[in-house]
């Protein structure tokens, strides 16, 4: 993916955010950013730079996940929540069509996107590979098309990854290379701010920036070299896919099916998870029936049932089925990995399984037997 830096870097007072947020929405602009809600950092409306979550910070480990405070009052003093780009531009609930009964026949109704178009605030670079997976998943959706093309987004700089984040393994981040309009690094007293799109050009028209000094640049390098090394974890993706492929009747999957709950938890969190199911509703006077797209998993039970019977029964044929669509088939059919280690499924699993580890574990007893 190519790098789209379009003018040299400019340094920015923080509260200038605020200006940006509100000329996005003086154009037009849906803005939604990082906001404090139900205990996480999720991606909400937000109007002024007070609606972002400013001095927090978050506590993310295997199965667990929690908020605290800075010292400093960090803008993005924060990891990925559980919210991604996917809510917004493949909804959990989306209607397709409606069918109406006429005096004489039916009408087909196409629902067309009419909202307005998207600016997102604090995107980080896994979820900008994750949206990159998602436009070619969804390349013929027009329902996707619809909400994508005319975003907006400020992208930032992980300085704050968390204990479940491996995007160095997956060479998807922290650092933000390519896909924003505006990407920010976060300093203590500024941003440095580095501009991707004419429309980025555009939006920072009348705030008030300076151009960076050298020691800029360099802090930023040295604060997204120190966030990369702060990760820990790692995902091994050597072989792949033909590890998966081999180890397809690893007893292994039978361990981990042993703890795994089949909550499709880690599906609905993760950013690249695009399985749907479509269902038909009827109005209570029988006259409009509505065809309505919504999220499925394929850890739920009756994801695989079609005529003649479920083709995986058991949650050690679904959750091999997740990791091998995710680090394997997605290889071979996109060419990049479907996982781009964000960590979202390992944070947010209640029974504690983390991909990374069942990925080495199915590794190391492939070698043993
Ligand atoms: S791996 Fe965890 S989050 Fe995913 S379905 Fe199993 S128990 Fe639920
Ligand atoms: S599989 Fe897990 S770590 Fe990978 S992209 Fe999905 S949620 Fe993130």
């Given at each position: 993916m190519k790098h789209n830096f379009y003018m040299e870097p400019l340094t920015i007072r923080k509260e200038?955010?605020?200006?940006?947020?509100?000329?996005?929405?003086?154009?037009?602009y849906r803005v939604i950013?990082?906001?404090?809600?139900?205990?996480?950092?999720?991606?909400?409306?937000?109007?002024a730079i007070e609606d972002l979550p400013v001095g927090y910070g978050d506590r993310q480990v295997t199965g667990g996940y929690s908020l605290f405070k800075h010292e400093r009052p960090y803008f993005f003093g924060f990891s990925n929540g559980p919210?991604?780009?996917?809510?917004?531009?493949?909804?959990?609930?989306?209607?397709?069509?409606a069918i109406k009964k006429r005096a004489k026949g039916f009408e087909t109704m196409i629902y067309e996107y009419e909202g307005s178009p998207f600016a997102f605030i604090g995107i980080r670079a896994c979820d900008l590979r994750a949206l990159h997976i998602l436009d070619m998943v969804f390349e013929k959706d027009p329902f996707y098309q619809a909400e994508r093309k005319e975003?907006?987004?400020?992208?930032?700089?992980?300085?704050?990854?968390?204990?479940?984040?491996?995007?160095?393994?997956?060479?998807?981040?922290?650092?933000?290379k390519y896909g924003f309009d505006l990407l920010?690094?976060?300093?203590?007293?500024?941003?440095?701010?580095?501009?991707?799109?004419k429309k980025g050009l555009n939006a920072i028209e009348g705030v008030h920036h300076k151009e960076a000094a050298g020691a800029d640049i360099e802090k930023k390098r040295g604060l997204i070299d120190s966030s990369s090394k702060s990760i820990k974890k790692t995902l091994d993706t050597e072989g792949l896919p033909t590890l998966l492929y081999r180890e397809f009747?690893?007893?292994?999957?039978?361990?981990?099916?042993?703890?795994?709950?089949?909550?499709?938890?880690?599906?609905?969190?993760c950013p690249t998870c695009f399985c749907n199911t479509s269902n038909d509703t009827s109005s209570l006077d029988g006259?409009?029936?509505?065809?309505?797209?919504?999220?499925?998993?394929?850890?739920?039970?009756?994801?695989?049932?079609?005529?003649?019977?479920?083709?995986?029964?058991?949650?050690?044929?679904?959750?091999?089925?997740?990791m091998t669509h995710k680090l394997a088939y997605w290889i071979n059919q996109f060419g990049v990995s479907g996982c781009v280690g964000c960590g979202r499924c390992i944070t947010w699993c209640p029974a504690?399984?983390?991909?990374?580890?069942?990925?080495?574990?199915?590794?190391?007893?492939?070698?043993?037997?």
């Open positions: 200038a955010l605020g200006d940006i947020i509100k000329d996005l929405s003086n154009r037009g950013g990082p906001t404090v809600r139900g205990g996480t950092i999720g991606l909400d409306n937000i109007t919210d991604s780009l996917k809510r917004f531009l493949n909804p959990p609930y989306q209607r397709l069509f975003i907006f987004i400020i992208a930032v700089n992980c300085i704050f990854p968390s204990n479940t984040c491996f995007c160095p393994s997956m060479n998807s981040g922290p650092e933000v920010l690094t976060e300093f203590d007293e500024d941003f440095l701010m580095e501009v991707g799109s009747e690893n007893p292994w999957w039978a361990d981990i099916a042993n703890r795994d709950l089949s909550c499709g938890n880690c599906t609905m969190v006259k409009t029936a509505t065809r309505i797209r919504c999220w499925d998993s394929c850890f739920s039970v009756n994801f695989a049932l079609v005529h003649g019977g479920n083709f995986r029964p058991s949650r050690r044929a679904r959750y091999r089925q997740w504690g399984i983390d991909i990374t580890e069942e990925l080495m574990a199915i590794r190391i007893s492939g070698k043993r037997r």
